[in-house]
């Protein structure tokens, strides 16, 4: 620590000059930190006026806290593995989810290689020109290989149901375990209590685990959200990941934890719905998945774009108002990224109002519409159903081979077989009309 003062000594008087001509006054913490349990990292994000005691004492929040989040992350990737490989893969056999992978396409070297090149996007007209040209298959046949071939590249139903089916777990686990948290706290139906003796608040070890398992979660979906099944808004996730993360590390330096409880708490409560709709869906439930979305919509309103703003933007701005002379900077940011935040959060619910508008012209819920893969595979589904089963094509053979044995019989054996279909079809309507007898020649 003492070699880190040393190095970001000169950068830190060039800071505190710069800001110091700032109309906000901006005051540096001083005293030495070397002897001090808390680092120089710490005093950057608490700007507030300290005492030496809060400096010193191991119930505030400390940057070498955020560590435990790590092992509790790796912790949450196996317990991710394995739940979805033994408990998950299990019941969704049980109650009927489909496991059967796609057919795999025929191999075709011309179109694989011009598959790899253009990573699985979809072909324009000059690209469909040149494999129509090259392989000498029509544009339906190159249409229905690239079709099912990026089919094949896509995770099965039952691998959606196990992200699914583990997110709804989690989500539920972290929302109890919040509640059970913050249910006897003063602050938890009261929003005026979260600046009450700010910034000297101490944390108990019941928040202080509930914000290191949230940053743990966190640590493992920014990691499996690569591998996982890839939606529209894969970047919108990705940035709301980091942004949670970046959140919940600065809310805790800066002992911003009674505002970030409560902004955890809201944003896991709606995904429960979300992740349990998508496995009614999966399981090709018939009315569970409009009921159980319709229930996601209403809780994602009132969480997100009600009760969030009413708890995190409100306190925050009457804070910052109220304590202008104290450090802006960490306010400013802490502002910043609740309003990132809340921009994607009425990005997902503008999806959420196209899925309401589609489902109430449909009558039900048929796909998630942040994924293209369900619509891939209906239209799969329509093109091979358009197209005769093996069964049909082999009864359509042999009757095309009688129709020809009937060609080649001879012109007395022909008319002897009209004479009989002619006698059995008059004993069959003299018998009352009990019996059909169709002849094709």
Known sequence: EARAQGAFAPGMELITSY????????EWPTGSLVGDSRSWLDAFFMQAPLTLDYLADEKYPHL??????????????????????????????????PIKPPR????????????????????????????????????????????????????????????????CFIY??????????????????????????????????A?????????????????????????????EMALHHFFTMYLLFFSYCSNFLRVGT?????????????????????????????????IFAVAFFTSRLVLYPYFAWVPCFTFLAEHLDWYLL?????????????????????????MVVDGLSAGEVKKDARSSAEEDTETEH????????????????????????????SPSSTSAASSSTTTSSSAAATSGGRKRLVATQ
Not at 172 to 191: A, E, I, Q, Y
Not at 335 to 344: I, K
Request: charged share 20%; with cysteine.
């Open 19 to 26: 800001l110091n001509a700032l109309p906000v006054r901006f």
């Open 64 to 97: 070498r806290d955020l560590w435990g989040a790590v092992p509790l992350g790796v912790l949450l990737l196996m317990a991710k593995i394995l739940f979805e490989r033994y408990v998950a893969y299990y019941i969704g056999c049980w109650v009927g989810v």
């Open 104 to 167: 795999r396409v025929e191999p075709n070297p011309v179109l694989e290689k011009e598959y790899v090149f253009r990573k699985g996007r979809r072909l324009n007209v000059e690209a469909m020109s040149s494999l129509i040209k090259k392989t000498q298959l029509t544009e339906k046949e190159v249409d229905r290989w690239w079709r099912r071939r990026r089919i094949q590249d896509q995770p099965t139903v039952m691998r959606k149901f196990q992200e699914a089916f583990w997110k």
């Open 172 to 205: 539920t686990f972290m929302t109890v375990l919040g509640l059970v948290v913050l249910w006897d706290k003063p602050w938890f139906f009261n929003s005026e209590m979260f600046w009450v003796r700010f910034p000297n608040q101490s944390v108990d070890g």
């Open 207 to 235: 928040i202080q685990f509930f914000y290191l398992v949230e940053l743990a979660l966190y640590y493992s979906l920014s990691v499996t959200h690569f591998f996982d099944t890839k939606r529209k808004d894969f970047w």
């Open 262 to 294: 409560i902004v955890l708490l809201l944003h896991d409560v709606s995904d429960i719905f979300l992740e349990f709709a998508k496995m009614t869906l999966y399981a090709q439930c018939q009315t569970a998945p409009t009921v159980t979305f319709a």
């Open 330 to 354: 960490n306010q400013l940011v802490l502002l910043g990224f609740l309003l990132c935040l809340q921009v994607l959060h009425y990005f997902w619910f503008s999806i959420i109002l196209k």
């Open 382 to 409: 329509s093109d091979v159903s358009s197209k005769p089963s093996p069964k049909i094509k082999r009864s359509a053979a042999a009757l095309a081979a009688l129709a020809s044995s009937a060609t080649a019989t």
